[in-house]
């Protein structure tokens, strides 16, 4: 059980990150591309927290009678980085957009062979 | 019992994603997105970071849903049936996921305190930073102070990314008076809620905002709650009453002036002697110079994630709107 525990956070981090990879080199279709892309990214965000965190620690908060904090420099590090995600994430569909608007389609397969539509 | 709540999560976070596989109706996979999302803030919570929690909560599950549905809407909701055989990509994926599952057992054991990531700069930031910078809120003082240089960096980031959207989509030109239905104002009881519930998040976004230094939150998080209650109101009201109420061209000046003062508290420190957004020297005592810049350089990140998000949805909210004209 000790073992289970020990490893149990990296184990899931690294399902969901072959599932998101799994995605993006599998699916067909470009939205779906980015939420397995997305998910690839939460899995990042998932394996630095687990990182940070001590047992028996609380939230970096500082409060009368607590002596272990968890470690704040990886919330600061995501934090950001999810907010960023996002941003970088709107620019990834605003492509697909123009993608749909150019070639008609948001299936990989449909344009491989229409590159000289526009 | 902490542990077997990290379990449970987990292992439904694992399930959420594994199902998005299958799925071929995307409207059910960007819905699933969101669930994904709250059980990731969930799990952050239960790993302490708070923070990191409440925005996963407000990005991850509210703006990111929007946006894909917006996407949705202009590409259809199914995905078509793939011919291709998934024999290879399952095949890459296993053995790269085998090899990765060895490479943890390498890692340090999960929650131990004497793991080599809470020797190095840790204890510093945790021992000292109440006393050098004299906010409760580490998390906060790491983000504006210690690593402000960083912040900057990734707020510019946010912000070329709203130049990004903005060239690829261009708002909706301001001509036409054939405009469509737009927004949902027949639906009485979303229009009486949403009026009551506008202002609510709006307080909240600025709560959040200024009591960031002392509890979780902060600029960022504001920035994105408060474009949330806007979204809201374009939501039900439609976009041409949302552009009477903040013009995009307004929200693009706001955008920059967020960057250009955070920036500029970083000049300033200078012109005082000091180094790049050294707040020590903002005023004489650097306790209270700390206050001063953390206070102004989340004010900037605030504005500018707010702008910017609203922004990246009028954009997207424009393309849905012109494709009900056609």
């Known amino acids: 059980m000790n073992f289970i525990n020990d490893y149990y956070n990296y184990w899931i981090v690294v399902f969901l990150m072959m599932t998101g990879f799994y995605i993006v080199i599998s699916a067909n279709n470009l939205v779906k591309k980015i939420v397995g892309l997305n998910i690839f990214q939460t899995s990042v965000f998932m394996l630095y927290i687990s990182m940070g965190k001590i047992s028996g620690g609380t939230a970096p908060i500082v409060a009368e009678g607590v002596t272990q904090y968890s470690n704040p420099l990886p919330h600061v590090l995501i934090l950001t980085a999810i907010v960023v995600g996002v941003a970088t994430t709107a620019v990834g569909l605003s492509l697909i957009v123009r993608i749909k608007r150019a070639y008609g389609t948001v299936e990989e397969n449909e344009f491989e062979n229409k590159d000289d539509a526009i | 019992m902490a542990e077997f709540i990290n379990l449970a999560l987990l292992a439904m976070l694992a399930l959420t994603a594994l199902r998005v596989i299958f799925l071929k109706d995307l409207f059910a996979v960007v819905m699933l997105f969101g669930i994904y999302s709250f059980l990731s803030a969930l799990i952050f919570v239960n790993l302490d970071a708070v923070d990191v929690a409440f925005t996963e909560a407000s990005v991850g599950a509210g703006i990111s849903t929007v946006l894909m549905l917006g996407t949705l809407a202009l590409t259809g909701r199914t995905e078509k049936e793939n011919k291709h055989s998934s024999v290879l990509p399952l095949l890459v994926v296993t053995v790269t996921g085998a090899a990765l599952i060895y490479a943890t057992l390498d890692m340090p054991p999960f929650g131990h305190p004497d793991n080599p990531i809470h020797q190095h700069v840790a204890p510093r930031y945790i021992e000292e930073s109440p006393k050098e910078v004299g906010l409760p809120n580490m998390v906060t003082s790491v983000l504006a102070s210690y690593r402000g240089f960083d912040t900057l960096g990734e707020t510019v980031v946010v912000f070329s990314a709203a130049i990004g959207v903005i060239s690829l989509l261009g708002f909706r030109r301001r001509e036409e008076n054939d405009t469509p239905k737009s927004g949902l104002k027949e639906h009485h009881v979303l229009r009486v809620v949403a009026k009551i519930i506008i202002p ?61 003062l955070y920036a500029g508290v970083g000049l300033y420190s200078m012109s005082q002697g000091g180094q790049f957004l050294d707040y020590n020297k903002l005023a004489a005592d650097p306790v209270a110079g700390q206050h001063y810049g953390i206070l102004i350089i989340e004010l900037g990140v605030g504005i500018t994630v707010f702008a910017v998000m609203l922004s990246i949805f009028y954009a997207f909210d424009s393309q849905v709107e012109r494709s009900n004209v056609q």
């Not at chain 2, 408060?226 to 706001?254: D, E, N, R, T």
């Open chain 2, 200 to 260: 609510l998040i709006i307080l909240f976004a600025l709560y959040v905002q200024f009591h960031g230094d002392f509890g979780p939150g902060g600029g960022f998080q504001a920035g994105v709650i408060a474009a949330a209650a806007f979204i809201l109101y374009a939501l039900v009201f439609g976009l041409p009453l949302a552009f009477a109420v903040i013009s995009p061209k307004f929200l693009q000046v706001m955008a920059s002036f967020g960057v250009l």
